[in-house]
């Protein structure tokens, strides 16, 4: 069982998120389903600035790529770039440790010596309605990821809801994939429209048509993980569904894998774990329907929704990326995210369940439980199963 200490939190932390759904749901604001521009108020959230030098082995910047919705992202770039990199323009004693990147030239033949790695997706959790991509809590736990897995996490500040609905996060998530293959695209182009790459071209305020450096000089988007927790996860598996459809048409991403942590799922026909658990740790029931009411539009509301339900997806599941499931022995959701691993598997989907006991909801990600030791092991059970599918070839590890 989880220790008294946990148990508290949770209640504490019901008590809380209860009052402020309650608050969201009653404020006039949140009534128009195509409202975004309704004021809504929420607890102070701690954030982390960014951090360009490699505080802890990961530099850190913030972007602003779309200026009609001011979607975000963060990007965490670990030290290992630098190791064997040549080329780049990375100097301590003029930079103070800040990592400036470059834009790569075409036509040199350096670029082979310039380390590519793996890009990680990340989608943080909150019930579609809290967090941030810039929290204290996502920004430890994608340090966490970059370290471990040896790659590029960017971590995207998608829109919530009430305040923007369904699809607005969703195709955030994809904007986001998309702006991913915009950059690699004009990295390998002299011109694109008005855009010339020179070196240390900076992505603007809302750069959206400008290259990104660190994206352009490490990213290697043919080796592209989405990973999302609790309601990140529907986003990522979303995302993912859109990939496959598009096909070439995102080239050069490849999404070659997928990580849904404890995903934010329900349905009409109770699960054993939704009965069992109605009233389990962190979410119960009643604050989950209460959260997915404030997500989906008024006239699409139905636990059944595709977005609610993975088991309701359309695409032919056989199409699917390799799909690491993360559950956790005290949350109610946990037997809907199984089922949708098991159908998977029937399809002959790589699609393991990692289920971790004594914990909870968000065991992994919550801030109050990033340093105990299960939510450590986690993150390094997470890179190994990764890394079969991001590593270069002839550098898998092996189990």
């Known amino acids: 069982m989880p220790s008294v200490s946990v148990k508290l939190y949770s209640l504490i932390y019901k008590f809380i998120l209860n009052r402020q759904l309650q608050t969201l749901t009653q404020n006039p604001n949140t009534n128009n389903n195509n409202n975004q521009f309704g004021v809504v108020s929420r607890a102070d959230e701690s954030v982390t600035p960014a951090n360009p030098s490699f505080h802890d082995g990961v530099a850190t910047k913030d972007i602003h790529i779309d200026p009609l919705t001011s979607l975000s992202l963060r990007i965490f770039l670990p030290q290992s770039v630098l190791t064997g990199s040549k080329g780049f323009n990375f100097n301590p004693n003029q930079t103070h440790g800040v990592y400036a990147g470059y834009s790569p030239e075409l036509g040199n033949n350096n670029n082979n010596n310039i380390r590519k790695l793996p890009v990680v997706l990340q989608f943080h959790g909150g019930g579609f309605v809290t967090g941030s991509g810039v929290s204290v809590a996502n920004d430890l736990f994608c340090r966490r990821v970059a370290k471990a897995c040896d790659a590029i996490v960017v971590a995207v500040g998608y829109r919530l809801a009430p305040e923007s609905r369904f699809p607005a996060a969703f195709e955030d998530g994809l904007e986001a994939l998309n702006w991913l293959a915009k950059q690699s695209n004009l990295a390998e182009c002299r011109v694109s429209g008005r855009v010339e790459l020179r070196r240390r071209l900076i992505v603007d305020g809302f750069g959206s048509e400008m290259i990104e450096p660190w994206?352009?000089?490490?990213?290697?988007?043919?080796?592209?993980?989405?990973?999302?927790?609790?309601?990140?996860?529907?986003?990522?598996?979303?995302?993912?569904?859109?990939?496959?459809?598009?096909?070439?048409?995102?080239?050069?991403?490849?999404?070659?894998?997928?990580?849904?942590?404890?995903?934010?799922?329900?349905?009409?026909?109770?699960?054993?774990?939704?009965?069992?658990?109605?009233?389990?740790?962190?979410?119960?029931?009643?604050?989950?329907?209460?959260?997915?009411?404030?997500?989906?539009?008024?006239?699409?509301?139905?636990?059944?929704?595709?977005?609610?339900?993975?088991?309701?997806?359309?695409?032919?599941?056989?199409?699917?990326?390799?799909?690491?499931?993360?559950?956790?022995?005290?949350?109610?959701?946990r037997d809907r995210a199984i089922a949708y691993s098991q159908e998977l598997r029937k399809v002959n989907v790589d699609?393991?369940?990692?289920?971790?006991?004594?914990?909870?909801?968000?065991?992994?990600?919550?801030?109050?439980?990033?340093?105990?030791?299960?939510?450590?092991?986690?993150?390094?059970?997470?890179?190994?199963?990764?890394?079969?599918?991001i590593s270069v070839r002839g550098l898998e590890f092996s189990y």
Not at 228 to 249: D, F, L, M, P
Not at 355 to 378: G, N, R, S, W
């Open 215 to 333: 994206i352009a000089a490490h990213a290697d988007l043919s080796r592209c993980v989405l990973l999302g927790s609790s309601s990140g996860a529907n986003i990522a598996n979303y995302v993912t569904q859109k990939a496959v459809e598009a096909g070439n048409r995102l080239d050069p991403i490849r999404v070659v894998a997928q990580v849904l942590m404890y995903p934010f799922v329900i349905g009409n026909t109770p699960t054993k774990s939704e009965i069992k658990l109605t009233n389990s740790y962190l979410y119960d029931r009643s604050m989950v329907v209460l959260a997915w009411k404030l997500f989906l539009p008024n006239d699409q509301f139905n636990l059944d929704h595709p977005a609610a339900n993975p088991l309701m997806a359309k695409i032919p599941l056989r199409q699917m990326p390799p799909t690491l499931t993360v559950v956790a022995e005290h949350d109610f959701m």
């Open 351 to 389: 699609a393991p369940v990692y289920d971790y006991k004594d914990v909870i909801h968000e065991f992994a990600t919550f801030e109050m439980f990033l340093k105990t030791p299960k939510a450590q092991a986690c993150v390094e059970d997470i890179a190994i199963w990764v890394k079969k599918y």
